[in-house]
């Protein structure tokens, strides 16, 4: 599926979502991408060991704590992103989904239909649906898969603990954690 961007600028705000366990999240953000941003927008969002503030335990994922990104910025009266070159992986992936890597390297995504360029293209083009798209792991889409295979290595912790940003505490994550809008709106944003 290809479609241009509008350049709207919504996949920046309404950062902060509730995923399907309740739990309240920001954007996701990898270590390395977290000097992007100013430290007070950035707290813990994964993290890994027998229960937060022992000494085995470790943060491995940040999350962005405002609900619009601060780095939105608009030139000619449309938006843009004052660090595009460096954006976080999330924002690579919108507005795909990672749902499953397959063993030949294709990548399953869900379209997120909160898109006004996905609801255009799909207008113009009724064949598209929203049914998972298989995408070969390739070119652009190796954004995609770097999001996926590292989120998926974050989770498969045996003891995997979430911060909620509603409540500010620390919740232990299944073993099977569905990965949060936030996570997923970062895949393929291109």
Known sequence: MKFNCLRCGDCCRNLIVETIEGVHSGLALFPEETKHFPNEFVIPYRGRGSYPGEKDFKTVMFQLAVDVCPHLGTVDNLTTC?????????????PFQPINVDRCGRITVYVGPECKAIQKTKKENPTVSNKKIGIEALAEEKSCYLLWSRISEIDRSAQGWTFDLKYQEWLPTSSRVQMSRAESRAIFRT
Do not use: A, K
């Open 82 to 94: 004052e660090i595009y070159d460096e954006r976080p992986l999330s924002c690579r992936c919108f």
